[in-house]
């Protein structure tokens, strides 16, 4: 079972840029597919980006298209979000998340290991 840990979180202002990072230990990483959820207060938690275990496909959903950009790089087994023009409403707890052996959006979208989370506040 992999372990994860996010990092990169913190206070941006409204239009600003944010690198989330999410480092694994345990399990074999390249074999993982993963993905970025996030959690506003009072709602749901929503998924935002995913990238499945080849690293060839990546998911995004509407809102972040074209701002977001989701990356691994196995060989230091991490993840990373680069999130730009970030807006206060994107104001969250973000998670990282994966799942063994996803190969597509709806897999990634259910995974079953899960990060502690880290929070982004985008002021404006």
């Known amino acids: 079972q992999v372990q994860l840990a996010e990092s990169g979180g913190g206070l941006v202002q409204a239009g600003g840029s944010l690198r989330l990072s999410c480092t694994a230990s345990?399990?074999?990483?390249?074999?993982?597919?993963l993905g970025w959820f996030r959690q506003a207060p009072g709602e749901e938690r929503e998924f935002v980006a995913g990238?499945?275990?080849?690293?060839?496909?990546?998911y995004y959903t509407d809102s972040v298209k074209g701002r977001f950009t989701i990356s691994r790089d196995n060989a230091k087994k991490t993840m990373y979000l680069q999130m730009n023009s970030l807006k206060p409403e994107e104001t969250a707890v973000y998670y990282c998340?994966?799942?063994?052996?996803?190969?597509?959006?709806?897999?990634?979208?259910?995974?079953?290991?899960w990060g502690q989370g880290t929070q982004v506040t985008v002021s404006s």
């Open positions: 998340a994966a799942r063994l052996w996803a190969s597509t959006a709806q897999a990634v979208k259910v995974p079953g290991s």
């Open positions: 345990g399990g074999t990483f390249s074999s993982y597919g």
């Open positions: 990238i499945n275990w080849r690293g060839t496909s990546t």
